[in-house]
């Protein structure tokens, strides 16, 4: 079986952002594995595919804590969360009435 091996240009097409984006990762060295063949640069399917599940899995944990630190309405008007007020642009215009 022959290994697939992406250029630059097609691995940024496949995540949707530009092969200059692609660029700066790798110059970064946050982007997936890549090598070297002469004077080209390739990626192999499998480092893409594993790198995809990684930022995955880093997203859905981020994700996880935003919910955990989420305070959670309780509609207690006694409670400590601070309630969503609804200010409709008839009160507003009660409030700035003269006299």
Do not use: C
């Not at 992406?6 to 952002?17: D, T």
């Amino acid at each position: 079986m022959v290994e697939q091996l992406l250029s630059p240009k097609q691995v940024a097409e496949r995540w949707g952002v530009s092969v200059e984006t692609v660029h700066g990762w790798r110059y970064q060295g946050i982007g997936p594995t890549f090598m070297n063949i002469g004077t080209r640069i390739r990626y192999r399917m499998q480092d893409l595919i594993e790198f995809e599940r990684r930022e995955a899995e880093k997203t859905a944990a981020v994700m996880l804590d935003r919910r955990k630190r989420m305070p959670r309405s309780t509609g207690n008007p006694q409670g400590d969360e601070p309630r969503e007020q609804k200010v409709v642009v008839r009160d507003v215009a009660t409030g700035l009435r003269l006299g």
